[in-house]
């Protein structure tokens, strides 16, 4: 699978009404609208007239409406108005209409010229009902550090020492990492509770819990109670928009329970809040430390408990699925 023939989020779906959405993917500065039919549509936003950005302009009636003379362009680029002038509107798109569709609650955009094959990385299917939100972030990363962030343990005793585990406070687990048709996952077992806050606060009885990545860009962790249920997915799809920055679109999911979905949100999304923090500030200094050393590349070193960064940076390398044998280990986490 390649980066340009993939759909990749570039909004939440809610957010997209009746103005335009700047985004950039992959480089590309694009411009989201809603078309008379209510569907999502992407144009590069640049008008061809003078090269305004078309999504500092207005929507009218589906069509988007340029903020510095008024070219209007509908969703398939053709222009519809020169005002002004009693030109008639011309066939031929003056402006060419990037790929999109609407999935899982986001807006997701093919650069490529042909529609992708595979259909948008969809979330691990639940059977119980859940409250889900979104948290929306933007990290100056790449989308192999911060997948890997995502989904490694061994960083949550230092960077978020206290709220997700303490150092002096590990314990022995059994994990197996084993390859997806897309992806690679680590199963972790026999994992009591963690020793932060956040699973004092608020989880039951630990079961089995997984972390996996799936291409193009989905990190996503499952916790799971003693009987197979839920109690926590978090899906988070990640998109390189260009110059180095990554968009997050965060998909977190819990248990219906005896907290109020909206209350249990508004404490989950000021932690999550910390720890996201705490994640852009150590990734940043990353990429910071990485542009500081540039004319001395490296390749990173790999120590036994990096369970899926080897992985996922294969994947993104190659986009090729991974053939490994399942593997199991014993970690101290
Ligand atoms: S620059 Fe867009 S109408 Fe002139
Ligand atoms: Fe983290």
């Known amino acids: 699978m390649s980066q340009v023939n993939a ?3 570039v909004a939440l779906s809610h957010q997209l009404r009746n103005a335009p959405l700047a ?5 590309l500065p694009l411009v989201l ?8 549509a992407v144009l590069p936003d640049r008008c061809p007239h003078r090269f305004a950005p078309l999504s500092a302009g207005k929507v009218r009636d589906g069509q988007i409406e340029c903020p510095y003379h008024g070219w209007r362009f509908a969703a398939d680029g053709r222009c519809t108005r020169v005002p002004g002038t009693e030109q008639a509107a011309c066939n031929k798109p003056l402006l060419d209409s990037v790929q999109s569709c609407e999935a899982h609650g986001l807006v997701w955009v093919s650069p490529g010229p042909e529609r992708p094959q595979a259909p948008p990385v969809a979330p691990a299917p639940q059977q119980q009902n859940l409250d889900t ?3 929306t972030d933007q990290v100056q990363c790449s989308l192999q550090d911060a997948a890997e962030n995502f989904l490694d343990g061994f960083h949550t005793h230092f960077v978020h020492a206290g709220w997700i585990r303490h150092d002096r406070q590990r314990q022995k687990l059994r994990v197996r990492v084993r390859a ?3 992806g690679v996952e680590a199963v972790y077992s026999e994992e009591g509770k963690q020793s932060g806050l956040i699973s004092h606060w608020f989880e039951g009885e630990r079961g089995v819990s997984m972390g996996r990545f799936r291409l193009p860009g989905l990190a996503e962790i499952e916790y799971r109670d003693a009987r197979g249920g839920v109690n926590l997915l978090v ?3 990640m998109t390189p928009s ?3 920055q990554l968009r997050l679109f965060a998909r977190v999911a819990t248990t219906r329970g005896v907290l109020p979905a909206l209350l249990k949100r508004w404490v989950l999304r000021r932690l999550f809040g910390v720890i996201l923090r705490q994640d852009r500030q150590i990734l940043e200094r990353v990429s910071a430390n990485q542009r500081r050393f540039h004319r001395i590349p490296a390749t990173p070193l790999d120590g ?3 369970l899926l960064g080897p992985g996922i940076r294969q994947l993104l390398e190659n986009g090729q699925p991974l053939v490994f044998a399942e593997r199991e280990l014993e970690i101290w986490l």
């Open 180 to 182: 997806l048709a897309d």
């Open 23 to 27: 985004c950039q993917l992959l480089g």
């Open 242 to 244: 260009g110059d180095g």
């Open 7 to 9: 759909w990749w989020p």
């Open 304 to 306: 036994p408990q990096d």
């Open 235 to 237: 899906s988070a799809w």
């Open 133 to 135: 939100f979104w948290i």
């Open 33 to 40: 609208f809603r078309d008379e039919g209510g569907r999502a």
